[in-house]
């Protein structure tokens, strides 16, 4: 696509003005720069859900809930010998959320997604900071959350090595709301959101096998009472374990461990765990696959300790079923969980695949009354078209089948409803723009 057509499109898929005049600015810079790369990329995706107990056993007299969403983003790029830069705005809504003719987006759905900058300072090692992805190995512990419409990012910096397939990052994050002039009290409050963060994580490839390890420390803003204002320093949850892949005869094995400890609140320390593996098979063109996950959790009858485990910035979504109902927002300080599953990818054409996924759900640590520890089994369906290039459509279904255990830690929710979950998505990703201007001939 040329500049001036790459330019049109743009203004025809409705972006904001911000982000045209954005575009247009890092295109000039470029031109003055014959070494540099500059790439442009939209990401357009349309989301129709129908939710009849996602996230949640479906109450008694209810109706469910239907909705699109709808993700617009942008992609900036720029790239020479130097330096490489990385801007990406988005909006993101629910059709309907906004009146057609307000003067201005009453959302407030337009934010600023990525903004970073990376300084080669030689041949291994780099500097980048700004707000960024975190993203690494299965995405466990640190991912993207492309799922959500909205993402996930950090304002971070790190100092990155890389030779011969080993690979260092050395994180370093501090959050406040504002610029004051005394103080740094943290009030913006939650359990993914942290006042530092420092983590290190180890990476070594070759062949086809990875090994990676993770050092991660997490510090949250502690105040004198749970409903006081008045700080009283920071207490740290700390996390440490591993990844690797690697494959045995015909077999491909993956898995984890890691394991918190330090603080699980203010008050309360913290001791859990997190092991995985999973054996894929893939004879021709369709993969099997089988797994287990275990996440330790807290007995509800009460310990000294608290014992459960958290992925605190991973892409959990990915895990435990699509149906969210563990991980996702919820499921925090709870009984952990015992996840065994199985799994099909299978093509049903050229550009097509059919994912078929089962969980078997149990409760790792000890239920009120010593109650059955079964919680459920989820069945997960995913077909994926790729139309064409950059275009992509899934369909996808879910059904929990709830045990009566599921209800005593949803709230007391009735676990014999139909508890189920559809969606569409069309995904439109093009390469609006690429130019190498070492060859401008390469467009």
């Known amino acids: 696509m040329d500049f001036y057509n790459g330019f049109k499109f743009l203004k025809m898929s409705g972006m904001k003005s911000k982000s045209f005049l954005l575009l247009l600015f890092a295109y000039t810079i470029s031109m003055v720069d014959l070494n540099a790369q500059f790439v442009v990329d939209a990401d357009l995706r349309s ?40 801007i990406s705005v988005q909006d993101v809504s629910t059709w309907g959320d906004t009146r057609q003719i307000l003067p201005i987006d009453g959302n407030d759905s337009f934010s600023l997604f990525q903004a970073w900058g990376q300084v080669y300072l030689n041949e291994h090692w780099s500097l980048k900071a700004g707000r960024q992805v975190l993203s690494y190995d299965d995405q466990r512990i640190f991912g993207g959350l492309d799922w959500a419409m909205q993402g996930r990012f950090h304002d971070a910096a790190l100092i990155k090595y890389s ?82 892949k690697f494959p045995w005869n015909n077999i491909n094995l993956a898995g984890s461990a890691y394991y918190q400890f330090g603080k699980a609140n203010a008050t309360t320390d913290l001791s859990a765990y997190q092991a995985s593996l999973e054996a894929g098979y893939k004879p021709n063109k369709t993969l099997y696959a089988i797994g287990i996950e275990v996440l330790s959790g807290t007995n509800q009858d009460g310990e000294s300790k608290n014992k459960s485990f958290f992925p605190l910035y991973g892409t959990n979504h990915k895990f435990n079923g699509f149906m969210d109902y563990f991980y996702v927002g919820n499921h925090a300080n709870n009984i952990g969980l015992n996840d065994l599953y199985a799994k099909m990818v299978c093509s049903t054409g050229e550009k097509s695949t059919l994912l078929v996924k089962a969980h078997y759900f149990a409760a790792n640590a000890n239920l009120t009354n010593n109650s059955d520890k079964y919680l459920g089994t989820e069945l997960d369906l995913v077909y994926t078209q790729n139309v064409g290039k950059g275009i992509k459509f899934n369909l996808g279904y879910s059904h929990m089948f709830a045990a009566e255990s599921m209800s005593f830690i949803k709230g007391g929710r009735p676990h014999d409803n139909t508890n189920n979950w559809a969606w569409a998505q069309l995904i439109i990703n093009p390469r609006l723009l690429q130019m190498d201007l070492k060859n401008p001939e390469k467009i």
């Open 47 to 86: 989301r129709f859900e129908y939710r009849h107990g996602f996230n949640n056993l479906f109450p008694n007299d209810a109706d469910p809930a239907a909705f699109v969403a709808q993700r617009s983003r942008l992609n900036i790029g720029y790239n020479n010998e130097m330096f490489k830069i990385f």
């Open 163 to 244: 030779k011969n397939g080993f690979s260092t990052d050395l994180g370093f994050a501090f959050s406040q709301e504002g610029q004051s002039n005394e103080g740094t009290v943290y009030n913006i409050q939650g359990f993914f959101t942290y006042k530092a963060m420092q983590y290190a994580h180890f990476n070594k490839s070759w062949e086809n096998n990875s090994v990676s390890f993770l050092l991660l420390n997490t510090g949250f803003q502690k105040f004198t009472g749970p409903n006081s204002d008045i700080p009283d320093g920071v207490y740290y949850r700390h996390t440490a374990g591993s990844y690797f």
